[in-house]
Structure formats: structure tokens, C-alpha cells
């Protein structure tokens, strides 16, 4: 007797199918964005808004590759990148000798301010301008909006309990 091999209805594949295109579609469109606006990747851009929401400008490299993912050697490599084109100063971690500090620098926090309206014109017309309309639609979209986080909220919780080493977020040695 063989046990049937797992499966997807047709309901299932297809919102598998619509999240992966959803997905591919914006990424596209978005690093396009990136890089005509800011010669910018898409990780660039990630390590540059990450620290651009920090307090102090400021991260240390284990933070931000918990919270991308990518490899810890491909985002070593975006950081020389972005430190060679004077956006980011990395430094030996003053709490870790062993950690490095990526810092924004104000020409970062400018290359940021000149792609940042273009990426949430591209986010609004992409992906929030269809979720707008509904019968109980506020007008603004919010519903369609908040119905999407509470989808995919849950979804990127339970991925993010077993990632991949790159996102895995590390648990610091008690001190």
C-alpha cells in the first residue's frame, strides 16, 4: 500500500500561484525603481531603510541580516558597496569586538530622501491602488490593506520560526 503523495487543490495552488506572481511582479517593478532613481539594489535599499528607521542611524551587521534575507557574505558585500560610495561607515562594534556597526551617513540619508517617494508611488500603484474599492472600503483602501497583514502576518511569523540562516535572528549569549 503507497501513501498518496501531498497535494494542492485548485484553490490552493492558486493563491500560491497569485502570492509568488504578486511577489515577483512587485520585486521587479520595485528594483527597477531602485536603480533608475538610485542605482540601488534591493538589498541596498533594505540595509539603507533599516538604518534609516533606526534612532541612531545605526545597526549592527548581525541586526540588519537577521532582518534581510540574503547570505551573510552577499550582505557583507552590499555594505562594502555602500560604504565605498560614501552611504554607510562601518566600524568595529563598541559592544562586541567581534561585531561591525553600519552607520547612515548623510549622503545616504539623501540617497534614500531622492528614491523614497518614487518606491511608495511604485508600492501604491502596485499593490495598494487594487485593494482600494471594496463595499466597505474607507476610501482609502484600508480595508483591502488591513485584510492583506492579517493574511500574510501570520504567514511571515510562522516562516520567520524556522528560516533560512540568513533571517534566522541569532539569540545572544547570556551575559
Known amino acids: 500500500m503507497s501513501e498518496k503523495p501531498p497535494s494542492l487543490d485548485a484553490q490552493q495552488l492558486g493563491a500560491y500561484f497569485a502570492l509568488m ?8 517593478a520595485v528594483e527597477q525603481q531602485l536603480k533608475d532613481a538610485g542605482d540601488l539594489s534591493y538589498v541596498q535599499f533594505q ?6 528607521d533606526s534612532p541612531t542611524g545605526s545597526h549592527r551587521m548581525t541586526e540588519l ?15 562594502d558597496l ?33 528614491v523614497f517617494p518614487g518606491h511608495v508611488e511604485v508600492v501604491q500603484q502596485l499593490l495598494l491602488a487594487p485593494l482600494a474599492g471594496g463595499p466597505d472600503d474607507d476610501g482609502g483602501g484600508r480595508d ?25 535572528r541569532r539569540r545572544r549569549a547570556a551575559r
Open 47 to 52: 540595509l539603507l531603510a533599516r538604518l534609516g
Open 65 to 79: 541580516a537577521d532582518g534581510v534575507v540574503y547570505s551573510r557574505s552577499g550582505l557583507t558585500y552590499q555594505a
Open 144 to 168: 483591502g490593506v488591513r485584510a492583506l497583514a492579517e493574511l500574510l502576518g501570520p504567514v511571515r511569523e510562522h516562516i520567520r520560526t524556522a528560516p533560512p540562516r540568513s533571517a534566522a
Open 21 to 28: 506572481d504578486v511577489a515577483s511582479l512587485l520585486r521587479h
Open 82 to 114: 555602500l560604504e565605498k560610495a560614501g552611504l554607510v561607515t562601518r566600524a568595529p562594534s563598541p559592544e562586541d569586538d567581534r561585531g561591525t556597526t553600519v552607520t547612515l551617513t548623510d549622503a545616504g540619508r539623501e540617497r534614500l530622501a531622492a
